[in-house]
Every structure is written in structure tokens, then in C-alpha cells.
């Protein structure tokens, strides 16, 4: 198109060219030596879906805690604006009660329905207390909305297997709630000491128990005979051994009611 209007003009006297006609064939020399191309963005190659927005936020609080979980931060880990976010999930609550229920989901999906009660209940037990110990912040948070499927799950995984074990009517409520709240408040209390000496830079546990261990056995003999007595299995014990004897004595108990 250039080169004819270059022909077209060099065969013209230019007196006799219109001036929008020089324009034109000006404005066209410019336009064909410029190259125009769309603004690049960067943009995600998948599909934004609320499963992935809360595992980025599963692995931002693992990584850092509840205070690292922003939406701004969430939004550079997942290459994407905050108002993408949004659409999914209303604000950072209802984004730490998600986490949460995918959390317990994974616990409860591996619980085998077929599997006698008592040992459903312990294994119930346990994937909770190694989920919080594994996630820190899960352990608040399934107090936090207890009407959320979190805990409900949890509740209804204990409640269900008490029924079944033929304890009776009106002991179910208070049997299930005693032992549910073992399991959070033992594996609150034990991500929290872990927490603890991650933040105190004590990485060898033996050597914390020892220490303690230590501290007990140094005691007045009048003051505190029994601390004294156990110092050794404060020492040695493991914590997972220790959390599903406290669910035995529980169950123990439980049975035993008429």
C-alpha cells in the first residue's frame, strides 16, 4: 500500500495533491514501520479453582503461620489478583475454616468404615493428633466455628462408633465430648511445644526431655515425690504412645458405664 501511494504521489505535481492525501500517505509510511503488538501479562496456564486457592493456603500457613496468609500473598503465590480470590472465598476466615475442612477431610477419608469401633475411634484419634502436629493451626481453628464440617466430621466419626459400642443413651453426648476434646486439646498443647522449641531453636527433643527429666529428679523428695518417681518416663516416653494411652483410659472408662 506504500509503494503505491509513493507512485501515486511522485507521478502528481504536488501542488495538485490535497493535503490529506499527503497526510494519509504519511500517517500510512509510519503505521507500516511500526509493529503492534498486544501487552503481555502474565497469566496462569490453569483454570483458578477454590481446591487449589486453599492447598496455596494450606502450604503459606505451614510454611509461615496464620499471620504470612494474606490475599495479596496468596495472590503472588498462585500468579493471580486478588479479585480472582475473592470470587471463590469472601475473606481470610472463611479461607482458614476451608483449609481446615480439607485438612480433617484427608484424616477422615482414610478412616476404613469396616473396621471394629474401638479401633476406629484410636485411628480417628491419632490422624487428628498427627494432623495438628503436622499443621499447627489446625488445632485453633476446629474450635473457632464449631458448626464448620471440620470438627462436625471429627464429632460425628467418635459419636457414631460410641452408638455402636452400646454405650448408653445418655452418656453418649459427654463420652464423645470428653474424648474429642483430649484429642484437641492434647494435640493443641503438643503442636504447640513443638512450635516452641522451633521458635527457641531446640531441635533435639531427647535432649529437652532430658533436661526436664533432670529438673524433676532435682526436686525437694517432700515437696513432690510423685515427679520425682516418673522422671525417667518423662525422659524416655514418646508422645504418640503417650496420646493414644490417654484415648485407652478414656475408652476404659467409657465402657465401664451401666
Request: with cysteine.
Amino acid at each position: 500500500m506504500t509503494a503505491a501511494i509513493i507512485e501515486f504521489l511522485s507521478g502528481s505535481e504536488w501542488n495538485d495533491v490535497p493535503y490529506i492525501v499527503i497526510g494519509m500517505a504519511f500517517h500510512a509510511c509510519q503505521d507500516a514501520g511500526m509493529k503492534t503488538e498486544p501487552p503481555r501479562t502474565e497469566r496462569r496456564a490453569d483454570a483458578l479453582s477454590k481446591q487449589r486457592i486453599v492447598e496455596a493456603a494450606i502450604e503459606i500457613l505451614d510454611a509461615d503461620g496464620e499471620t504470612a496468609l494474606t490475599f495479596r500473598a496468596l495472590a503472588a503465590r498462585l500468579a493471580t489478583g486478588s479479585g480472582a480470590i475473592y470470587w471463590h472465598v469472601a475473606d481470610k476466615g472463611e479461607l482458614l475454616a476451608a483449609a481446615t475442612d480439607e485438612i480433617v477431610a484427608r484424616v477422615m477419608t482414610g478412616i476404613v468404615p469396616e473396621v471394629e469401633p474401638r479401633a476406629a475411634i484410636r485411628a480417628i484419634a491419632l490422624g487428628v493428633f498427627d494432623a495438628i502436629d503436622a499443621h499447627p493451626w489446625v488445632g485453633a481453628q476446629l474450635t473457632r466455628e464449631p458448626w464448620r464440617p471440620a470438627l462436625l466430621l471429627v464429632f460425628e466419626g467418635i459419636g457414631g462408633r460410641l452408638q455402636t459400642l452400646g454405650v448408653p443413651e445418655r452418656a453418649q453426648f459427654d463420652a464423645a465430648s470428653t474424648l474429642l476434646s483430649y484429642v484437641i486439646g492434647v494435640g493443641g498443647q503438643n503442636a504447640a511445644h513443638a512450635r516452641m522449641a522451633r521458635d527457641e531453636e531446640r531441635t533435639d527433643r531427647s535432649a529437652f526431655l532430658g533436661e526436664v527429666a533432670d529438673r524433676w529428679s532435682a526436686l525437694s523428695a517432700s515437696g513432690y515425690p510423685f515427679l520425682r518417681h516418673v522422671a525417667a518416663q518423662m525422659r524416655d516416653h514418646d508422645d504418640r504412645e503417650q496420646f493414644l494411652a490417654g484415648v485407652d483410659l478414656i475408652m476404659a472408662g467409657i465402657a465401664a458405664i451401666q
